[in-house]
């Protein structure tokens, strides 16, 4: 991945990284950078990356503070949805490994939506969520009307939503948003060990895991037992289960290979 311009990439040892990296414009969402990051989880999603957990971060003192609107950038917003973020996030929620954001610095608007799209997020203390769509005579999107009620509730969601004020990292976190607010020099640190433990677990039980949740808002009961019913067989017959068995057995670490 050498011809990328607004992020980076790197994997090591099973462990994919993508940094937004326009810091001079705090990692403002481009129709570049999403088409970029689209690619990149392209790229995992059919094997020409093996990567086992996902980690995304900001460059500079940003997470991103959401859609470029600089010229260039503008156009009709329905449209500018539906052709470039849509694909994107489609992607993301469609991969079937654990995905973790570090959020260094403010994470705004469709910044936010990105940050709550993980599986896990880890905030700097100094980091805050804004949904800055009010603020500018929008409505929320690129999935912030979705993720905000299931993670904190419809009154906080339109708290949140409807007064475009600042919400701190460590409020996030007491509020059940966020799954964890570190000091700001520990962030990295805290969020790749996370992501490191995850790209060594079972990849495909993790994976089944985010399928499950993300049905269970939609599925009645009977549905949901059928899904955990077809995903289980599926874990049933892999490799980690047959290991994660042995180790148990024979009282030790599991050593998963994610097949």
């Known amino acids: 991945m050498t011809d990328l311009k607004t992020i980076t ?5 099973g462990l994919a990284t993508i940094t ?3 810091p001079d414009k705090l990692n ?3 129709r570049e950078m999403l ?3 689209r690619k990149t989880l392209n790229q995992i999603a059919v094997g020409a990356i093996e990567a086992r957990a996902l980690l995304i971060t900001g460059q500079g003192k940003a997470f991103s503070a959401g859609a470029d609107l600089s010229a260039g950038n503008l156009q009709d917003a329905g449209t500018d949805l539906m052709t470039s973020y849509h694909p994107f996030l489609l992607e993301l929620a469609h991969l079937k490994i654990p995905v973790i954001t570090a959020v260094n610095g403010v994470a705004a608007g469709a910044g936010m939506s990105l940050a709550l799209s993980a599986d896990f997020v880890v905030a ?3 980091a805050y969520f804004l949904q800055a769509f009010v603020n500018i005579g929008l409505v929320p999107d690129a999935g912030s009307s ?3 009620p299931r993670l904190i509730g419809e009154a906080r969601a339109r708290e949140v939503t409807m007064l475009g004020e600042k919400l701190p990292s460590d409020k996030a976190a007491e509020w059940g948003m966020i799954y964890k607010c570190v000091e700001d020099d520990a962030l990295m640190s805290e969020a790749t060990a996370l992501a490191n433990r995850l790209a060594n677990g079972p990849t495909r039980a993790l994976s ?4 499950l949740i993300a049905k269970s808002f939609n599925q009645s009961f009977t549905e949901q037992i059928q899904s955990e019913a077809m995903i289980q067989r599926d874990c049933y017959f892999s490799n980690d289960c047959r ?3 042995t180790a148990f057995l024979q009282k030790r670490k599991a050593n998963f290979t994610g097949t």
Do not use: W
């Not at 990439?9 to 040892?13: A, L, P, R, S, V």
């Not at 089944?208 to 399928?211: F, K, M, T, W, Y």
């Open 35 to 37: 088409e970029e990051m």
């Open 243 to 245: 290991e994660g068995v």
């Open 20 to 22: 937004l990296n326009v």
């Open 28 to 30: 403002a969402l481009s």
């Open 124 to 126: 700097a203390r100094s």
């Open 9 to 13: 990439f790197d994997i090591k040892d």
């Open 208 to 211: 089944g895991i985010r399928q």
């Open 146 to 148: 979705y993720i905000l």
